[in-house]
Nanobody
């Protein structure tokens, strides 16, 4: 059973920063590809960033240079550092994992395990 527990969402003004966390088991953390996705009201879920088990990262063009995906080996936790936030970043953010070597732009339908989501709201 793969468990992914997100935290760190909240409300922030445009230009601000937030850091999302996704805690999981040591096995999942070490061997699975992991990623962050988001879904705004009325829109489809989209990929934000991904990191493979070897540490290779991929980003959506809309967040490149503003968001950073990383892992904490000691805590078995995935992070998404979000800087220079914009109102269009407002969405529910989800952590995802899969045992295959997946990376963006693999769509959400390819990823097998999901967290419950954490809300990010950016006001102008």
């Amino acid at each position: 059973q793969v468990q992914l527990v997100e935290s760190g969402g909240g409300s922030v003004q445009a230009g601000g920063s937030l850091r999302l966390s996704c805690a999981t088991s040591e096995y999942t953390y070490s061997t699975y590809s992991m990623g962050w996705f988001r879904q705004a009201p009325g829109k489809e879920r989209e990929g934000v960033a991904s990191i493979e088990s070897d540490g290779s990262t991929s980003y959506a063009a809309s967040v490149e240079g503003r968001f950073t995906i990383s892992k904490d080996n000691a805590k078995h936790t995935l992070y998404l550092q979000m800087n220079s936030l914009k109102p269009e970043d407002t969405a529910m953010y989800y952590c995802a994992a899969d045992p295959r070597n997946l990376a963006l732009p693999f769509p959400p339908s390819e990823w097998n395990y999901w967290g419950q989501g954490t809300q990010v709201t950016v006001s102008s």
